[in-house]
């Protein structure tokens, strides 16, 4: 049965800095391909006019790109409505009642802090909002599994499991999507994709800044929390995944929570966690810190397929390049005919998946040198690369959630059963090491993947060919 489409988008969180960065832009471009049609009403505590939330989202979208289409942003502004008012208090849900007019299946974006989500959530139940409703969820959803599994308890006694999207814009970038199509749209792969012929996974997500202005957060979370657990453990479940029966969402999350049920939880010596030169002079860290802005771990997935396959996870700030790459290295050929042809005379053949700042799908094989001798030499061969007119993650997450579609979200076991790997090493963990800024992080990172070759560094800008 074909889910029914929301017919208005409340906005918790309209005056704040994820609504101005990221979602007024997705709602312009929605307004412009057509796919936003309903009712937009914002929530937030400070007594705006409607002019003055007009205002913003103008400048919101000349700051993203510039107004292209004049009618598309007159159109947008028509659609938007303004309650102000405290979280805590039934009038501010009596007042989103009231500017929803006749509109009977709202979806309530929590665009908000996690504090808030419990308040917000209990807020509409009581309010009566949440009958015919859905709820999408800004991530973090928790901060360990304990938290999670209550923060799951409270949405769940207000929506039912299939109105509750949680949101990890990860997930809508177009390169993190051809990741899942093309595992199971090519023949070629599957006979190759397993424990018998893949030597090992890495997942590298680096970027060359530091928190800025995000301190104060970044103290409350640090690396594993704010990507590995949830960016790269997504990754990991969509390259490690059995096939789903079918392409309905349902199916395609019950064989990711497979994988993340899998996943061997992690010790201490699995994990090197870093901290960038200066992060204690940041504004909002303590002076004596401990908080990692780099993590590294090896994982392992104790499954029929996967057995025994190291997967190396490394993310952080501070680092040479800002990159997001998979590369997952095959076993060399059983037997040596070629003194060239396997490690560590030559490098392994390989598949690489480039995420950011461009996409990309690329094989590497070896291929002989002209002359006598059988000498060659490993080169890739891109079959993909990023294209013109993509939907921003946003913009397709906003819109899958508007029409009921949960392909790109996490399921309520998936994000518990992802809390349960790195919950033994959320405080108990080794120090965090120093590290150069700029550098690809402290060495001890290097130490637990030496026996697999060493980290494949990407580049921020590659020739393409």
Request: glycine letters at 8%.
């Amino acid at each position: 049965m074909k889910a029914s489409h929301s017919d208005a988008l409340v906005l918790f969180g309209v005056t704040g800095d994820l609504a101005h960065k990221m979602i007024f832009p997705a709602l312009y471009a929605m307004v412009k391909r057509g796919t936003l049609k309903v009712p937009v009403v914002g929530v937030a505590l400070p007594k705006w006019s409607l002019a003055r939330l007009h205002k913003r989202v103008t400048e919101s979208i000349e700051r993203s790109g510039g107004v292209d289409n004049q009618l598309a942003l007159h159109h947008l502004l028509s659609l938007l409505k303004y309650v102000s008012g405290d979280y805590d208090d039934p009038k501010t849900f009596t007042a989103i009642k009231s500017a929803l007019g006749s509109a009977q299946r709202p979806a309530h974006y929590l665009a908000i802090p996690p504090s808030l989500f419990e308040m917000v959530i209990k807020g509409l139940g009581a309010a009566n909002l949440a009958a015919h409703a859905r709820v999408i969820v800004e991530k973090p959803f928790g901060r360990d599994l304990a938290s999670a599994r209550e923060l799951n308890g409270v949405a769940r006694a207000v929506f039912p499991e299939d109105s509750i999207f949680r949101i990890d814009h990860f997930l809508g970038k177009e390169a993190i999507m051809n990741i899942l199509y093309f595992r199971f749209a090519n023949s070629f792969l599957e006979p190759i994709w397993n424990r018998n012929y893949v030597a090992s996974v890495q997942v590298t997500l680096s970027e060359d800044f530091g928190v800025g202005s995000r301190g104060s957060f970044y103290e409350t979370a640090g690396c594993l929390r704010d990507v590995v657990e949830n960016h790269l453990f997504q990754v990991v479940a969509l390259l490690a995944m059995e096939p789903p029966s079918d392409r309905d969402f349902g199916a395609v999350q019950t064989e990711k929570a497979k994988v993340f049920r899998a996943m061997r939880p992690l010790n201490r010596d699995d994990l090197v966690r870093g901290q960038y030169a200066g992060y204690r002079k940041e504004q909002g860290v303590a002076k004596n810190s401990d908080v990692e802005t780099f993590c590294a771990m090896r994982l392992f997935i104790d499954s029929w397929r996967w057995e025994g396959v190291p997967w190396y996870l490394r993310s952080g700030k501070y680092l040479a390049e800002t990159a997001t790459e998979v590369l997952v290295e095959l076993k060399p050929p059983p037997q040596r005919l070629f003194a060239d042809s396997a490690p560590p005379a030559g490098p392994a053949n390989y598949l690489r998946f480039r995420v950011s700042p461009n996409s990309a799908i690329a094989i590497a094989a070896r291929v002989k040198l002209a002359g006598k001798e059988f000498v060659g030499e490993q080169r890739e061969l891109y079959l993909f690369e990023e294209q013109a007119g993509e939907e921003a993650p946003y913009e397709r997450l906003l819109g899958d959630a508007l029409a009921g579609d949960g392909a790109l979200f996490t399921r309520e076991d998936a994000v518990e059963a992802a809390w349960a790997v790195v919950d033994p090493v959320l405080k108990g963990h080794h120090k965090a090491r120093p590290y150069r800024r700029r550098s690809w992080g402290p060495k001890e990172a290097d130490a637990i993947i030496a026996a697999d070759g060493g980290w494949h560094n990407p580049i921020s800008k590659e020739k393409s060919g």
